[in-house]
């Protein structure tokens, strides 16, 4: 699971809040490996996509600024309890990872 | 002498079309991330930032938009922001911290459904404002607030 994302999403109401973890180092290139002195190159996740029964909810955009391991959370309206919420990402070096998971 | 300058052209003209085809073999990974607004991420300064996300550097400061981060963050590789937007018709919301090298953190891209409501955690080099740009019915809306970075992690 070194590329899962974990998923919560709870419908309150015509709310629906998701809070979503991913696994990733995302390098910003200007770190230096302590034992080798070496630059670590860029490694982040650039477009993560998120999706409620298949449609399009929200796109984040990211940089490198963005803390390892990234945390995202964000509101909808119109979702019920069992439909799909889908996240997924990409990285500069075109890794991917996604994942399902149910509205509760 | 003639023949001579006719080989010299079509050499080198062979060479700059091996250049066009290197150049582009080299875009090809970013073209899958057509959306992706590389040099706005790689700007320097708020204002380049914002020029070349949003096509001008000028933005209305609103009350309708509230940060949610700490006022002194112990850690900067770990500061948690949240922006709330009452804006109607919220077309996207970015996070930016002025004094990183490349201040534009990240950009949210709203769906129809959305509601104006985004968190996320952020890395900060040093003490500076946080800036939340709310783009909304075509026109660009701003708020900030400072976040103190105490490095070293003993408070300050």
Not at chain 2, 84 to 98: C, F, H
């Amino acid at each position: 699971m070194a590329k899962g994302i974990k998923i919560r999403a709870t419908a309150k109401k015509d709310s629906t809040t998701v809070k979503a973890l991913m696994s990733h180092p995302m390098d910003t290139g200007l770190r230096k490996d302590k034992k080798t002195g070496k630059v670590i190159p860029a490694h982040f996740i650039q477009e993560v996509k998120c999706e409620h029964n298949g449609n399009a909810v929200l796109t984040a955009l990211w940089g490198p600024a963005i803390s390892k391991n990234p945390y995202l959370s964000f509101k909808f309206k119109g979702g019920n309890k069992g439909d799909s919420i889908k996240i997924s990402w990409v990285d500069n070096k075109g890794e991917s990872a996604s994942q399902e998971a149910q509205i509760r | 002498m003639i023949e001579s300058r006719r080989t010299f052209l079509k050499g080198s003209m062979a060479g700059s079309a091996i250049a066009v085809a290197v150049g582009a073999g080299l875009l090809t990974p970013q073209s899958v991330l057509a959306a992706w607004p590389k040099e706005a991420f790689e700007a320097k300064g708020v204002d380049n930032a914002m020029s070349t996300l949003f096509g001008s550097k000028d933005s209305a400061a609103s009350k309708d938009i509230k940060i949610k981060a700490p006022d002194i963050a112990e850690n900067g590789a770990v500061v948690p922001v949240s922006i709330t937007a009452a804006q109607s018709g919220i077309e996207s919301i970015s996070i930016l911290a002025a004094a990183n090298a490349s201040p534009l953190c990240a950009s949210f891209d709203m769906g129809a459904n959305a509601e104006g409501y985004v968190s996320t955690r952020i890395k900060m080099g040093k003490t500076s404002k946080v800036i939340a740009v709310v783009k909304a019915g075509g026109k660009v809306y701003s708020a900030s607030k400072d976040v103190k970075v105490t490095i070293g992690g003993c408070g300050g």
